[in-house]
Protein backbone atom coordinates (compact mmCIF):
# COMPACT_ATOMS: atom_id res chain seq x y z
CA UNK A 1 0.00 0.00 0.00
CA UNK A 2 1.59 3.26 -0.76
CA UNK A 3 1.37 4.91 1.98
CA UNK A 4 0.71 8.87 0.10
CA UNK A 5 -2.41 7.50 -1.05
CA UNK A 6 -5.23 9.42 -0.30
CA UNK A 7 -7.83 6.39 -0.59
CA UNK A 8 -10.06 5.64 2.08
CA UNK A 9 -8.43 2.62 2.54
CA UNK A 10 -7.31 3.30 6.20
CA UNK A 11 -9.08 3.50 9.05
CA UNK A 12 -8.12 5.55 12.20
CA UNK A 13 -9.20 4.08 15.27
CA UNK A 14 -9.22 7.32 17.28
CA UNK A 15 -11.52 10.69 16.68
CA UNK A 16 -8.64 12.55 17.87
CA UNK A 17 -8.79 15.88 16.21
CA UNK A 18 -5.06 15.89 16.37
CA UNK A 19 -4.13 12.46 15.27
CA UNK A 20 -6.81 13.23 12.22
CA UNK A 21 -4.41 15.82 11.45
CA UNK A 22 -1.27 14.42 11.73
CA UNK A 23 -2.10 11.69 8.93
CA UNK A 24 -2.98 14.15 6.74
CA UNK A 25 0.43 16.24 6.96
CA UNK A 26 1.83 12.65 6.19
CA UNK A 27 -1.09 12.60 3.05
CA UNK A 28 -3.25 10.28 4.43
CA UNK A 29 -7.11 10.88 4.84
CA UNK A 30 -8.00 8.29 6.42
CA UNK A 31 -11.95 7.14 7.46
CA UNK A 32 -12.22 7.50 11.12
CA UNK A 33 -13.64 5.00 13.22
CA UNK A 34 -13.24 4.93 16.81
CA UNK A 35 -12.80 1.85 18.88
CA UNK A 36 -15.57 1.55 21.73
CA UNK A 37 -13.20 -0.61 23.88
CA UNK A 38 -12.80 1.46 27.69
CA UNK A 39 -9.27 2.13 28.34
CA UNK A 40 -8.15 -0.26 31.30
CA UNK A 41 -4.79 0.33 32.26
CA UNK A 42 -3.24 -3.39 33.47
CA UNK A 43 -0.04 -2.62 33.79
CA UNK A 44 2.34 -0.08 35.61
CA UNK A 45 4.71 0.36 32.95
CA UNK A 46 3.80 3.18 30.02
CA UNK A 47 5.21 1.17 27.58
CA UNK A 48 2.99 -1.80 28.27
CA UNK A 49 0.36 0.38 28.86
CA UNK A 50 0.50 1.92 24.90
CA UNK A 51 1.23 -0.92 23.29
CA UNK A 52 -1.11 -2.95 24.64
CA UNK A 53 -4.51 -0.38 24.39
CA UNK A 54 -3.02 0.17 20.69
CA UNK A 55 -3.48 -3.36 19.44
CA UNK A 56 -6.70 -4.01 21.62
CA UNK A 57 -8.56 -0.44 19.64
CA UNK A 58 -6.80 -1.89 16.58
CA UNK A 59 -8.22 -5.58 17.00
CA UNK A 60 -11.78 -3.84 17.66
CA UNK A 61 -12.07 -1.56 14.99
CA UNK A 62 -10.32 -4.28 12.59
CA UNK A 63 -13.33 -6.67 13.38
CA UNK A 64 -15.94 -3.72 11.81
CA UNK A 65 -14.11 -3.05 8.84
CA UNK A 66 -12.22 -6.46 7.58
CA UNK A 67 -9.63 -6.14 4.48
CA UNK A 68 -8.65 -2.64 5.30
CA UNK A 69 -5.83 -0.79 7.22
CA UNK A 70 -6.35 0.14 10.65
CA UNK A 71 -4.28 2.35 12.54
CA UNK A 72 -4.54 2.51 16.23
CA UNK A 73 -2.77 4.54 19.26
CA UNK A 74 -2.67 5.15 22.33
CA UNK A 75 -0.21 8.39 24.62
CA UNK A 76 0.76 8.81 27.82
CA UNK A 77 2.67 11.05 29.97
CA UNK A 78 4.71 9.20 32.55
CA UNK A 79 6.95 11.31 35.64
CA UNK A 80 8.89 9.78 37.98
CA UNK A 81 7.26 6.00 36.55
CA UNK A 82 3.27 6.85 37.17
CA UNK A 83 1.20 6.89 34.31
CA UNK A 84 -0.61 10.58 33.79
CA UNK A 85 -3.91 10.13 31.53
CA UNK A 86 -5.95 12.92 31.06
CA UNK A 87 -7.22 14.86 33.89
CA UNK A 88 -10.41 14.05 35.19
CA UNK A 89 -11.05 17.81 36.61
CA UNK A 90 -9.74 21.55 36.69
CA UNK A 91 -8.14 20.55 39.73
CA UNK A 92 -6.42 17.56 38.49
CA UNK A 93 -5.20 19.75 35.95
CA UNK A 94 -3.80 21.71 38.47
CA UNK A 95 -2.07 18.80 40.30
CA UNK A 96 -0.36 17.33 37.30
CA UNK A 97 1.20 20.60 35.73
CA UNK A 98 2.58 21.11 38.80
CA UNK A 99 4.22 17.97 39.11
CA UNK A 100 5.37 18.53 35.78
CA UNK A 101 6.46 22.09 36.31
CA UNK A 102 10.49 22.61 35.90
CA UNK A 103 10.95 19.21 35.17
CA UNK A 104 11.43 16.36 32.65
CA UNK A 105 9.02 13.78 32.06
CA UNK A 106 8.59 11.31 29.17
CA UNK A 107 5.86 10.82 26.29
CA UNK A 108 4.91 7.08 25.30
CA UNK A 109 3.03 6.25 22.32
CA UNK A 110 1.79 2.72 21.42
CA UNK A 111 0.97 2.84 17.59
CA UNK A 112 -0.60 -0.73 16.10
CA UNK A 113 -1.27 -1.13 12.51
CA UNK A 114 -2.96 -3.94 11.19
CA UNK A 115 -4.77 -5.82 8.17
CA UNK A 116 -5.76 -9.30 8.05
CA UNK A 117 -3.09 -11.35 9.44
CA UNK A 118 -0.06 -8.52 9.09
CA UNK A 119 0.19 -6.51 12.28
CA UNK A 120 2.75 -4.32 13.11
CA UNK A 121 3.29 -2.60 16.44
CA UNK A 122 5.77 -0.10 18.01
CA UNK A 123 5.97 2.20 20.75
CA UNK A 124 7.88 5.52 20.83
CA UNK A 125 9.42 7.30 23.70
CA UNK A 126 9.98 11.44 23.61
CA UNK A 127 11.74 13.10 26.94
CA UNK A 128 10.01 16.63 27.07
CA UNK A 129 11.02 19.49 29.92
CA UNK A 130 8.92 22.19 31.30
CA UNK A 131 10.22 25.77 32.77
CA UNK A 132 8.87 26.38 36.03
CA UNK A 133 5.58 27.32 35.84
CA UNK A 134 3.51 29.41 38.26
CA UNK A 135 0.33 29.22 40.33
CA UNK A 136 -1.11 31.87 37.99
CA UNK A 137 0.44 30.43 34.39
CA UNK A 138 -1.33 27.38 35.39
CA UNK A 139 -4.49 28.27 36.52
CA UNK A 140 -4.57 30.27 33.53
CA UNK A 141 -3.68 27.41 31.24
CA UNK A 142 -6.50 25.02 33.07
CA UNK A 143 -9.00 27.73 32.86
CA UNK A 144 -8.52 27.74 28.38
CA UNK A 145 -10.08 24.00 28.65
CA UNK A 146 -7.43 23.03 26.79
CA UNK A 147 -5.72 20.57 29.10
CA UNK A 148 -9.08 18.65 29.68
CA UNK A 149 -8.55 16.20 26.60
CA UNK A 150 -4.97 15.64 27.17
CA UNK A 151 -3.05 13.27 28.54
CA UNK A 152 -0.58 14.74 30.96
CA UNK A 153 -3.00 18.20 31.22
CA UNK A 154 -1.08 19.90 27.84
CA UNK A 155 -1.01 20.67 24.15
CA UNK A 156 2.72 20.99 23.27
CA UNK A 157 1.46 22.45 20.01
CA UNK A 158 -1.05 25.11 21.16
CA UNK A 159 -0.39 27.74 23.76
CA UNK A 160 1.30 25.43 26.22
CA UNK A 161 3.89 25.59 23.89
CA UNK A 162 5.88 28.31 25.52
CA UNK A 163 6.35 26.40 28.74
CA UNK A 164 8.56 24.08 26.78
CA UNK A 165 12.12 24.23 27.92
CA UNK A 166 13.06 21.39 25.21
CA UNK A 167 12.25 17.85 23.85
CA UNK A 168 14.12 14.90 22.88
CA UNK A 169 13.01 12.91 20.75
CA UNK A 170 9.96 13.11 18.18
CA UNK A 171 7.90 16.02 18.56
CA UNK A 172 4.78 14.36 16.53
CA UNK A 173 4.87 11.55 19.02
CA UNK A 174 4.11 14.18 22.27
CA UNK A 175 1.19 15.66 19.60
CA UNK A 176 -0.42 11.87 19.26
CA UNK A 177 1.35 10.20 16.18
CA UNK A 178 5.23 9.74 15.27
CA UNK A 179 5.21 10.32 11.83
CA UNK A 180 8.46 9.29 10.58
CA UNK A 181 8.12 5.85 11.90
CA UNK A 182 4.98 5.55 11.27
CA UNK A 183 5.33 6.21 7.84
CA UNK A 184 8.14 4.00 7.68
CA UNK A 185 5.50 1.16 9.01
CA UNK A 186 3.20 2.04 6.43
CA UNK A 187 5.86 1.64 3.58
CA UNK A 188 5.97 -2.26 4.68
CA UNK A 189 2.27 -2.55 4.15
Same mark, same amino acid.
Not at 42 to 59: D, G, N, Q, T, Y
Not at 156 to 166: C, L, T
Given at each position: &?? *??? =????? +?????? *? ?10 ? $???? &????? *? ?6 ? *? ?13 ? +? ?11 ? $?????? $? ?14 ? &? ?6 ? %??? +???? +? %???? !? ?11 ? %? ?9 ? =? ?16 ? !? ?10 ? $? ?19
Amino acid at each position: &MN *PDS =TEKRI +VLASQS *PRRIQLLRIIGI $DAEV &MPSGI *PKQIRSEK *PEAVVSALSEEKARD +VAARCPGRLVIAA $DTVVSI $DGQILGKPKSPEEACA &MLRRLSGR %THQ +VYTG +V %TLLS !GEKEERFVEKTEV %TFQVLTDEEIR =TYVRSGDPMDKAGAYGIQ !GSFAKHVRGISG $DYYNVVGLPLARLYDALKRF
